[in-house]
């Protein structure tokens, strides 16, 4: 099946089985492996991704759904002006996050703080316990989030709050 969508910004058109995992197709036909595999049946959180500018998984989207939709990966987001919040945000934090999880924690905290400018305790909760991560404290992810969105509001807004 011929598919295209935008990718990243750019018009992509590729051929495949309609029922390919996204997170395959990423990888394997454009090179992009920021997207993780892991448990490939929705829990980890690893692979995410933004599909129409909602945060998706992509070992649980075929193919086929993307047909003239949007993704954007990593990659992609590393290129634009969100992510520098994102990044000043972490660094506050203290936080690294691994090769592994980098892309979900980083797109999970863009999608919500795009969302919702200041996050309620149980909206970053929840957006912490979408990535599965074990090695780094609940609280410092949560820290990250918290300062991203202050880092965003000030930009956007020029406020802290
Ligand atoms: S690999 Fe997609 S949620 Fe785990
Ligand atoms: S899985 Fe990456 S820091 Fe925990």
């Not at 996050?119 to 990535?131: F, K, R, W």
Request: net charge positive.
């Amino acid at each position: 099946m011929r598919i295209s969508f935008l990718l990243n910004g750019d018009p992509v058109s590729i051929d495949t089985a309609p029922h390919t995992r996204l997170i395959e197709v990423l990888r394997k036909d454009f090179g992009l492996t920021g997207a993780r595999p892991g448990c490939l049946y929705g829990t980890c959180g690893f692979c995410s991704i933004l599909f129409n500018n909602e945060l998706a998984l992509a070992c649980m989207i075929p193919a086929f759904r993307v047909e003239a939709g949007e993704v954007t990966t990593i990659e992609g987001f590393l290129q634009s002006r969100e992510f520098r919040d994102i990044e000043i945000g972490f660094h506050r934090a203290g936080t690294v996050p691994c090769r592994f999880c980098s892309a979900a924690k980083v797109l999970t905290t863009h999608w919500l703080i795009s969302r919702y400018s200041s996050p309620t305790a149980e909206q970053m909760q929840q957006a912490v316990n979408a990535v599965q991560c074990r090695c780094t404290t609940h609280s410092r992810f949560t820290s990250a989030i918290r300062y991203s969105a202050e880092v965003r509001r000030k930009r956007v807004h020029g406020r802290k709050r």
